[in-house]
């Protein structure tokens, strides 16, 4: 039986987030696959670590203080070594980019690239230098064609040593909602890339829109003084909520919604919009190559970038019932795909062929 091991960085970065799901989901459903797999976080901040049986958690704290940051992650990063050492796993997967843990390595280890947002976006490259940890790495495991394309095109990685694996969703129990809610759903932040700005200038443009629908914004933080005057600005505040909770109040919001919105310039995979098809949800999202690659015929695409083609995209799906319904049987064809089984199944693929080399 294969032993993994999954190190903590994500666990301390991520209260909730794609990342820490797809991490937490691929070691749950390891079990069922006869590979033997552990989540070590001594010291997390995650929500989904709690009553995980296979993983390893001393302390969940709500916050790390900025000066205790580098002592909490030096800390995580020597109970590793030190579980090494008395375990001995086979494998050790990286959740993130953890380059400070490669040093002393003395096991195959792999790196799961979820996007490469900093490097495109210029965003601090510092505070995630993968530069080191890929050339070390044993394999490399893009989410995505496009990512595999930035990843080869920005850090010269040999192909060879790259595997896409798409994400993929747990199966749900589902039970059919009569009449979806009037509201637009969106989820997770609202800063820069995500170009949530746009999304609430189409919906202040369309008479229809203000008066038969609101946004609904899940996670991201509530709303700063800079939105809250925007809202006001657009005459649109009282049409726009806030809410927060766990993966239940998400997937009763998702099944619930007329429409998720996803209008991102860029995105790694894009794990959100998988959801909320899962659970029968129209979904509308921005005309990037990621998207089309991973949904296909699955989505509604707009142009993110033209106020009017969001506008124009948002109120043709939702005055259109047999829209809705093309999209949502469209989107069968890939939730039927996008499991967490074929994830897991072809990331231990990737272990074998390492042990086997």
């Known amino acids: 039986m294969i032993k993994v091991l999954f190190e903590s960085s994500i666990f301390l970065h991520q209260k909730v987030g794609g990342v820490s799901k797809y991490i937490s989901e691929l070691n749950k459903t390891f079990v069922k696959h006869k590979v033997s797999s552990t989540i070590l976080a001594p010291i997390t901040i995650n929500h989904y670590l709690v009553n995980k049986k296979n993983s390893i958690h001393f302390f969940k704290i709500k916050k790390i203080p900025k000066f205790c940051r580098k002592f909490f992650f030096l800390l995580n990063n020597l ?51 993968k530069k080191e940890l890929l050339k070390n790495a044993s394999h490399i495991i893009c989410i995505s064609e496009e990512t595999k394309k930035d990843l080869i095109k920005i850090y010269k990685i040999n192909q060879k040593k790259i595997t896409v694996i798409y994400l993929g969703v747990a199966n749900v129990k589902f039970k059919k909602i009569k009449k979806k809610h009037k509201y637009i759903l969106h989820v997770g932040t609202r800063t820069r890339y995500k170009n949530f700005d746009n999304l609430i200038k189409a919906f202040s443009k369309s008479e229809y829109l203000v008066k ?49 919105v996803s209008l991102s310039m860029y995105e790694g995979f894009g794990l959100t919009l998988l959801e909320a098809m899962k659970l029968k949800c129209p979904v509308l999202c921005s005309d990037i190559l990621v998207f089309k690659e991973i949904y296909k015929k699955s989505c509604a695409y707009v142009n993110a970038q033209n106020i009017n083609s969001i506008k124009n995209g948002i109120e043709n799906v939702l005055k259109s019932r047999d829209k809705q319904k093309k999209l949502i049987l469209n989107s069968n064809q890939i939730i039927t795909k996008l499991t967490l089984d074929n994830c897991a199944l072809k990331t231990i693929k990737v272990y074998k062929k390492i042990l086997n080399q």
């Open 212 to 260: 038969n629908y609101k946004i609904i914004c899940f996670g991201g933080g509530s709303f700063n003084n800079y939105e809250t005057k925007i809202f006001e600005k657009l005459k649109i505040k009282d049409c726009i909520k806030y809410r927060k909770g766990d993966d239940i109040q998400l997937s009763n919001l998702y099944k619930k919604a007329s429409l998720y």
């Open 79 to 129: 109970f590793t070594f030190i579980y090494i050492h008395f375990n001995k796993p086979d494998i050790l997967h990286f959740s993130y980019y953890n380059k400070s843990l490669i040093k002393f390595l003395n096991i195959p280890y792999v790196v799961t690239v979820y996007d490469l947002i900093h490097e495109k976006m210029n965003f601090d490259q510092n505070q995630f230098d």
